[in-house]
């Protein structure tokens, strides 16, 4: 290929103007489409590793059930209270920081001078709320104290703050939920949607004994208060810091758990960066599915393509005919009407890009939730690589059968064409 | 003994239309000298049209031979001989042929674009010998060395002027045909006549062994037709290039070297024309009879009517 054969390609789309845009249209759409589509999957992946992240990255998250490949089906020994305080011996030699465990949360109204909320009530232990990253907008925190005495405190999310005591002071004054009456301690700065389906802006935390003795009194076979997930602080975040600590968490909740050496494990230990790769690897095929949806409106631009182009052979056998008789050879044929449909699907390609990127941009402004943010979108680079080479690659795939039958034509049938 | 440009033996050519067998060719033997100048004559439907285009490798026969300056095309793949079309043939059609909406130098330059890495290696031929002798090389090119090819070659890609070297091949060609006023204009803007000047032109620019023309002034009218013969006989007596046409005015083909009378697929008669002497002349001959210089100055009377078509309002109008 050359200039020459290019500059043959585009007179000859720019010799049928209308057809020419009409067939970019369809092309333009499809990579359009492509690209807001792919770029909103692409915004909410970043939207949600950021989140993971603001949660802290030297944090392991523990919970009941067996890793990924296990095929055991021993019964599986609950996560237990005393499972987390038996790894308080980890912070002796600072392996760890802090642990912190949550009971499971119980949906409840709760309600206060005539007003009510839905919230989910919490038992935690007194670190939870700094192991989690979580800020007090005003007011204490639970205590060592608290929790020893099963007291009936409580520290408020936001929302429920403001649902409950718009106006008035919550600290000191009074909740009831079911038959629980407990006295505000503290509130929690608002945190924005969790990552994880629940947002603490809608909990009531309360000390993990009360939660016990108040509200479930079940326990795990082995006379344990069973809870839901234990946060473990590390005291950084590097590789082999998380490594260690994982291994003692490990090496002490197995021999409580007493599992036998050649047995898997009965709990998972998370780390962060675990999470999110496996939540962004989960975001990547939805971006990726999105894409291929779109794919579908790329591919109707391409049969677009493929379609005037068999029609600009019929048209031009004569040309081809011309051609051929003054030495054009097979390949020289095929090349250019390959070039003339790769010309269109990536113009159609580029053009799409811009349009789609125009279309994410717009999306992005809409408010989405209360917080008046619009879901943030991002045409990354990989995008407009992706779009523009499945761009070529359409043109190509469709252009080539139209083009090698112009290229197969007979010259004397050829110039013979009426 | 003079050297042969088309040498065929026993050509055939059948058409089986349901259940009848059309003999479009019925064993055409034909030899056709350098420099020779023969028409072929018949009537309609006598496979002159079949003939021609086998001879211009644009159509295969189904039996028999054909040597083309030497080479036996029957046994070449579509490549080769779309080579060969380009290289060594220059076809003239009675429809013109050209492409739409592309103006007359780019017409011309379109074999050469097609003769790629050859074009160049010939250009630089050419280039190496001088102008001069440009005009008077379709005889007999003298062999260059590997290496002074090379270093033309070289020359060529290092001054990237392929595409100027083919502009200019296709001025001279247009020139040569008396376009030189017409190069930008595209098909709908010439006269029947002028495009099959240009049309001739892209013939002429590569530099053909042989020019074949089948009915090249089928189209037009007595007056244009009488000029356009002039030209292609012109070419012949001033390059030497062997030229092949079939018409059906018998005072045209009288002005040749030979006459071949076609019928039913088969030469029925051979003629010889009324410049039959000076062409089976030695070939040393030649170089006496053609002037050296531009061909229109070879006929100053021709040159005028063909250097203004403008002024003539029957030509003005397609
Ligand atoms: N593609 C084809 N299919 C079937 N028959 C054909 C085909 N091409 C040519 N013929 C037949 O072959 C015969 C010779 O045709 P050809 O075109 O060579 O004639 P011609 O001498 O050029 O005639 P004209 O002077 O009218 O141009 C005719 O009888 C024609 O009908
Ligand atoms: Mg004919």
């Given at each position: 290929m050359n200039f020459a054969t290019l500059k043959v390609a585009i007179s000859a789309l720019a010799a049928n103007k209308l057809r020419t845009s009409l067939t970019l249209l369809g092309m333009i759409i499809g990579v359009a489409s492509v690209t807001a589509l792919m770029s909103i999957g692409r915004g909410v992946e970043r939207q949600i590793t950021t989140e993971l992240q603001a949660a802290g990255t030297n944090v392991l998250f523990i919970f009941s059930g067996r890793p990924g490949g296990s095929d055991s089906d021993d019964p599986i020994v609950p996560l237990t209270y005393e499972d987390a305080l038996a790894l308080e011996e980890l912070k002796w030699d600072g392996t760890v920081i802090e642990i912190a465990a949550e009971g499971s949360s119980r949906s409840m109204a709760v309600v206060a001078q005539g007003r009510d909320s839905q919230a989910s009530i919490r038992g935690v232990t007194a670190s939870y709320i700094s192991v989690n990253n979580y800020e007090l907008a005003y007011g204490q925190p639970l205590t060592e104290t608290d929790l020893n005495s099963r007291a009936l405190v409580a520290v408020l999310g936001s929302n429920v703050a403001a649902d409950l005591f718009p106006i008035d002071d919550p600290i000191?004054?009074?909740?009831?939920?079911?038959?629980?009456?407990?006295?505000?301690?503290?509130?929690?700065?608002?945190?924005?949607?969790?990552?994880?389906?629940q947002s603490a802006d809608d909990m009531v935390l309360i000390p993990i004994t009360t939660a016990h003795a108040r509200l479930s009194r079940f326990v795990t076979a082995r006379g344990g208060q069973p809870i839901n997930t234990i946060s473990v602080e590390l005291p950084d975040e590097r590789e082999e810091t998380i490594d260690v600590g994982a291994a003692g968490i490990r090496q002490i909740l197995r021999e409580r758990h007493e599992i036998p050496e050649e047995e898997d494990d009965d709990f998972i230990i998370m780390s962060p960066k675990d999470l999110i790769e496996a939540v962004s690897a989960a975001l990547g095929v939805f971006t990726l599915f999105l894409g291929a949806i779109a794919g579908i409106s790329l591919l109707v631009g391409g049969i677009g393509i493929m379609n005037i182009m068999l029609v600009s052979v019929t048209e031009r056998t004569r040309?081809?005919?011309i051609r051929k008789a003054v030495g054009a050879k097979r390949r020289d044929i095929l090349i250019q009407f390959l070039v003339e449909s790769v010309v269109v699907s990536v113009l159609g390609g580029l053009l799409?890009?811009?349009?789609?990127a125009l279309i994410s941009f717009g999306i992005a402004q809409i408010p989405l939730g209360d917080d008046g943010e619009g879901l943030q979108t991002a045409v990354t680079l990989d995008i407009v690589l992706l779009a523009v080479s499945v761009a070529a690659s359409v043109g190509i795939f469709f252009g080539i059968y139209p083009a090698n039958r112009a290229a197969r034509l007979d010259p004397i049938q050829a110039l013979r064409y009426e | 003994m003079r050297e042969s440009v088309i040498e065929t033996t026993d050509l055939r050519k059948t058409y089986v239309m349901g259940d009848s067998e059309i003999h479009a060719l019925d064993g055409v033997s034909l030899h056709v000298e350098r420099g020779e100048l023969l028409a072929i004559t018949g009537p309609s439907g006598s496979g002159k049209s079949t003939l021609m285009n086998i001879l211009g490798c644009l159509d295969r026969p189904d039996a028999g031979d054909y040597l083309l300056d030497g080479e036996d095309v029957a046994t070449l793949d579509d490549n080769r001989l779309a080579e060969i079309r380009n290289r060594k043939i220059g076809f003239v059609f009675q429809s013109f042929n050209l492409l739409p909406r592309v103006s007359a130098l780019e017409q011309v330059e379109?074999?050469?674009?097609?003769?790629?890495?050859?074009t160049r290696s010939h250009s630089a031929k050419r280039s190496y010998q001088g102008t001069e002798s440009t005009l008077r090389t379709g005889n007999k090119t003298p062999e260059l060395s590997g290496a002074q090819q090379r270093v033309a070659v070289a020359r060529d890609l290092l001054l990237q002027r392929g595409g100027a070297e083919w502009r200019n091949r296709a001025r001279e060609a247009l020139v040569a045909v008396g376009l030189e006023d017409r190069m930008s204009h595209k098909p709908t803007e010439l006269s029947g006549g002028q495009q099959q000047r240009v049309a001739i032109a892209r013939a002429l620019v590569t530099d053909p062994a042989i020019i074949l023309a089948d009915e090249p002034t089928?189209?037009?009218?007595?007056?244009?037709?009488?000029?356009?013969?002039?030209?292609?006989?012109?070419l012949n007596a001033?390059?030497?290039?062997?030229?092949?046409?079939?018409?059906?005015e018998e005072e045209i083909?009288?002005?040749?070297?030979?006459?071949?009378?076609?019928?039913?697929?088969?030469?029925?008669?051979?003629?010889?024309?009324?410049?039959?002497?000076?062409?089976l002349s030695p070939v040393g001959a030649e170089a006496d009879r053609a002037p050296s210089g531009s061909l229109r100055r070879a006929e100053p009377s021709s040159d005028q009517r063909t250097a203004r078509p403008a002024s003539r309002p029957d030509e003005a109008k397609p």
């Open positions: 000191d004054q009074n909740i009831r939920a079911e038959n629980l009456r407990l006295r505000v301690i503290g509130v929690l700065e608002e945190q924005g949607s969790g990552a994880f389906g040309e081809i005919g799409g890009i811009l349009l789609g | 379109l074999p050469l674009l097609y003769g790629g890495g050859n089928g189209n037009l009218d007595s007056r244009t037709s009488e000029e356009l013969m002039a030209l292609l006989l012109r001033d390059r030497g290039i062997t030229v092949v046409f079939i018409t059906h083909a009288r002005r040749t070297n030979r006459i071949i009378r076609m019928r039913d697929g088969r030469v029925a008669a051979e003629e010889r024309g009324e410049m039959s002497g000076s062409a």
